[in-house]
């Protein structure tokens, strides 16, 4: 694959460029956490591209916690603006991988969730430190981008170095191509040397990995009724909220002047009422019924529907968990 | 072509109530706002309330649609205080309906409980509809009392249809009720049918389906020939929202119908 390198200098001006064809988002470390921020000419471009995947998840920009998806009885067409995220990590990859399955894997197609991914453009990051919560090596991702991403680049002492992997990412580079510089071999090794560090790095966190057949095990303790209730659980929903690959969400009716306004809001599984139908029969009243349907949401049911698993191995949902539960601890026992 | 959006409900007006129960009311619409088959659900918006998901009760066949719905909840409740002429609004069709080129030539075997009627009613007059194409059709029905029976007004002319096979039970009877009395099993005792090909459809409560299923596995329907209306929260309807997922299964999507065979390693699979 071909690589591109964008010089030190350069970059803020490739940026700069890039904002003026749409809104961009990029990384920013304050106060211990990373944040996508949006980039503006006022303020001061201070990206940190080497830190790990930012605190929130990056599934707001194209399944927005609450969004307005229909309005009655007239109903109206609402746009979305060009978007670049710039430096997203590859367990967010993830997420939008298993979130393009759900909303335009299928029909109908969501148009909501369609108009925002044609309009985003993906632009990730190598993430050469990983840290513990982090276990992308589990779920079988490298630590940058190699799909979902239009193009991903690994921070070099010697600039940005770009590999594309869509028609849209190419169109990039060839947009912008004075200011790419040729490629040395040092360029390569160095990168190649980034990766191998941090997959080292990932491999020493998470030395254990995840059974093989991790869906049967999930399937075969929910047929015994095996549950790993956790009492530490307070169900602050944390984990779920955090999680880049949930996509459960539900649809709500506000009025609004004389019309009706449908909106979509997160939801999630470990609600009582989650699953409760009109006449009070509930499959999953006890916590511990709801607490084991994340895993089996995520490590059976999603697998036999797709065919991978809806982790992404981000571990925001071990740090977020107010009970200091652990995922990789449940699965491990499995 | 652009997506259409599949959480806009489609306005359409009720033209008439029917009550059919002290807590079950039909509610026919003015007009069709989409071509269904019998079992397919749809959701239906009460304005600035909210929506719930239903299963017609009409036939596919006419030329508007009807809803059989008892008041249970939030959405209900709002609905029941809607008057002819009020504007509703619709989603769908959704899900997979009853398969009927799997019942032509046999004999169907259909068993409803309380409301759970609603559906089957909509699948009684598909079968109608094409009565030659089936050997018979059998419905057995249960409500809790002579007074919560849905669509007195229609049975005694259903019963009078040849080829047709209607019995009904209520589990307290009183001074008028001359029929069966018990639970929707007391009319299961017999089941003149052949068990080995024929289909068999349930509808109803929780408890209804359970033991009903357990029947009809009993005396020998095949697993896959058990056909179920699971109730489930659907809130999308099209396989996104994730919160009707019983199994491997999205039962808005995969279903709402779903064969014993399907559903038979769920822990309580009709909770």
Known sequence: ?334 | MEPINPYYPIPVKIKEIIPETPNITTFILDGKPFDFEAGQFAELTIPSVGEAPFTPSSSPYDDHMEFTIMKVGRVTDALFNMKEGDLVGVRGPFGKPYPLQNFKGKEVFIVGGGVGFAPLRSLFLALLHDLKNYKKVYIRYGARTPQDIVYKRLIPEWQKIDRVDLLMTVDVGDESWKGRVGVVTVILDKIPVDVKTSPSVVCGPPLMMKFSTQRLVEVGFKHENIYLSMEKNMSCGVGKCNHCRVGKFYVCKDGPVLTWQDVKDIEEPFL
């Open chain 1, 1 to 334: 694959m071909k690589s591109y390198l964008l010089s030190p200098d350069k970059i803020l001006t490739f940026v700069k460029e890039l904002s003026r064809d749409g809104s961009l988002y990029y990384p920013m470390f304050e106060e211990g956490r990373t944040h996508l921020v949006r980039f503006d000419d006022a303020h001061e471009f201070k990206p940190d591209f080497a830190k790990i995947r930012t605190a929130e998840n990056i599934k707001q920009f194209f399944f927005p916690s609450r969004d307005t998806v229909a309005k009655f009885p007239k109903d109206d067409v609402r746009q979305v603006d060009k978007r670049y995220l710039f430096g997203v990590k590859n367990c967010d990859l993830r997420g939008v991988d298993i979130h393009d399955r759900v909303f335009m894997g299928w029909e109908p197609v969501d148009p909501f969730y369609k108009e925002r991914r044609d309009k985003t453009i993906m632009i990730s990051a190598d993430c050469p430190e990983p840290e513990d919560s982090c276990f992308c090596n589990l779920l079988g991702l490298n630590p940058y981008g190699d799909a979902v991403c239009d193009l991903n680049f690994t921070e070099l002492p010697a600039g940005l170095l770009f590999e594309s992997y869509t028609k849209r990412g190419e169109e990039i580079i060839d947009a912008y191509k004075g200011m790419f510089t040729e490629v040395k071999n040092d360029d390569e090794k160095a990168r190649k040397s980034i990766r191998e560090k941090a997959i080292t790095k990932l491999s020493k966190i998470n030395s254990k990995p995840f059974k093989k057949d991790l869906p049967a095990r999930v399937e075969a303790a929910d047929k015994a009724r095996i549950r790993d209730a956790r009492d530490e659980c307070v169900e602050c929903h944390a984990c779920l909220h955090a999680c880049p690959t949930c996509y459960c969400f539900l649809l709500s009716d506000y009025k609004k002047g004389k019309d009706i306004e449908r909106v979509r809001i997160w939801d999630t599984c470990y609600y009582a009422a989650y699953a409760r139908v009109g006449g009070g029969a509930n499959p999953r009243s006890r916590i511990d019924e709801r607490f084991w349907n994340r895993f089996q949401c995520k490590f059976d049911f999603f697998n036999k529907y797709e065919n991978t698993l809806a982790c992404s191995g981000c571990g925001r949902c071990l740090l977020g968990c107010s009970a200091k539960i652990d995922i990789r601890e449940i699965l491990w026992n499995l």
